[in-house]
């Protein structure tokens, strides 16, 4: 079973900066089965990117992913107050497994 | 847009059975969707329970498939879950969640807390 190793655990910024968040995995995987979620405080998990790279329906522009083999990078590139969160990575191969969540805190 | 809606109890003993549903509206969970499980432990991550799809077929996390049954009610356009001889390590948010792909999940439920306490 791929494990997903997130990094940092905890990222503390300001309004307005760019967040840089990794995701490793155990080993290679497709680009098409990695996927990014927000989790606000108290509410579902919310998809951003699938495929690694793919916005899903709403999510604005400043959210990008990049990747291949196994790292993977999730960047806001200015951080908007609803963005102070938790992330989570997510690959889909013969199970379903997320990654521990990096959480954004504001600074 | 499809709306789910997680319901059943917030209290379930050790060693019995833990059953959920979800009602699904918005949608139809014959439309060729996939409808699945997640929880969350307090103040942890995220842990994918089973997928199901309306063609029966079903999909579990390993570590789980022992205790898990999902299954789905087309004439009131629900699914459900089962979790068999639940510990405290069961205590979790529970969430249902559904996309067109089983890679991922798009739409998500608000969430139900079920204890597993004496």
């Known amino acids: 079973e791929i494990v997903l190793t997130q990094s940092p655990g905890t990222l503390s910024l300001s309004p307005g900066e760019r967040a840089t968040l990794s995701c490793r995995a155990s080993?290679?995987?497709?680009?098409?089965?990695l996927a990014w979620y927000r989790q606000k405080p108290g509410q579902a998990p919310g998809l951003l990117l699938y495929?690694?790279?793919r916005r899903a329906a709403g999510i604005p522009n400043r959210f990008s992913g990049t990747g291949s083999g196994t790292d993977f990078t999730l960047i806001i590139s200015r951080l908007e107050p609803e963005d102070f969160a938790v992330y989570y990575c997510?690959?889909?191969?013969?199970?379903?497994?997320f990654g521990p969540g990096t959480r954004v805190d504001m600074k | 847009q499809v709306r789910l809606q997680e319901s059943g109890p917030g209290l379930v003993k050790p060693s019995e059975t833990l059953s959920l549903t979800c009602t699904v509206s918005?949608?139809?969970?014959?439309?060729?969707?996939?409808w699945g499980w997640v929880r969350q432990p307090p103040g942890k991550g995220l842990e994918w329970i089973a997928t199901?799809?309306?063609?029966?077929?079903?999909y579990y996390n390993p570590s789980l498939k022992s205790r898990v049954t999902i299954s789905m009610d087309t004439s009131n356009d629900q699914f459900s879950l089962s979790l068999t001889s639940v510990t405290a390590a069961d205590t979790a948010v529970y969430f249902c969640?559904?996309?067109?792909?089983?890679?991922?999940?798009?739409?998500w439920g608000q969430g139900t807390l079920v204890t597993v306490s004496s």
């Open positions: 495929s690694t790279y």
């Open positions: 918005g949608d139809s969970v014959t439309s060729g969707s996939y």
């Open positions: 080993e290679t995987i497709h680009v098409n089965d």
């Open positions: 199901i799809h309306q063609t029966g077929k079903t």
């Open positions: 969640a559904s996309d067109i792909r089983s890679s991922w999940f798009f739409s």
């Open positions: 997510q690959h889909y191969g013969s199970s379903l497994t």
